[in-house]
């Protein structure tokens, strides 16, 4: 069956990096669209980036932008987020999420158009 897990969380100062892992299994990952999504303590599940099949296109929101960089390793089945200059904002529980990809180029940003999610990890920024 199909499994995702994330690790790499913890807690961090304002300024500070992590870098989160999702370890894929039970599907052709190659073939699969992979996202990070985050959801903040009171808010929704908001979309943080996200990956073609083949790592060519990627997509990340304007908060992260220029911050976290998504990555995978088709290799080892895993997605990568490299979080960088984290804040406070940052805080939350982040999940990976895979889609089955329409077409190669699909780096789908919608997080009801995944199907299969990850448990989460918890990622703090204090000081």
């Known amino acids: 069956q199909v499994q995702l897990v994330e690790s790499g969380g913890g807690l961090v100062q304002p300024g500070g990096s992590l870098r989160l892992s999702c370890a894929a299994s039970?599907?052709?990952?190659?073939?699969?669209?992979m996202g990070w999504f985050r959801r903040a303590p009171g808010k929704e599940r908001d979309v943080v980036a996200t990956i073609s099949r083949s790592g060519r296109n990627t997509y990340y929101s304007d908060s992260v932008k220029g911050r976290f960089t998504i990555s995978r390793d088709n290799a080892k089945n895993t997605v990568y987020l490299e979080l960088n200059n984290l804040n406070p904002e940052d805080t939350a529980v982040f999940y990976c999420?895979?889609?089955?990809?329409?077409?190669?180029?699909?780096?789908?940003?919608?997080?009801?158009?995944?199907?299969?999610w990850g448990q989460g990890t918890q990622v703090t920024v204090s000081s």
């Open positions: 999420a895979a889609r089955a990809a329409r077409y190669p180029s699909d780096y789908e940003t919608r997080g009801w158009e995944y199907g299969s």
């Open positions: 039970g599907f052709s990952f190659s073939d699969y669209v």
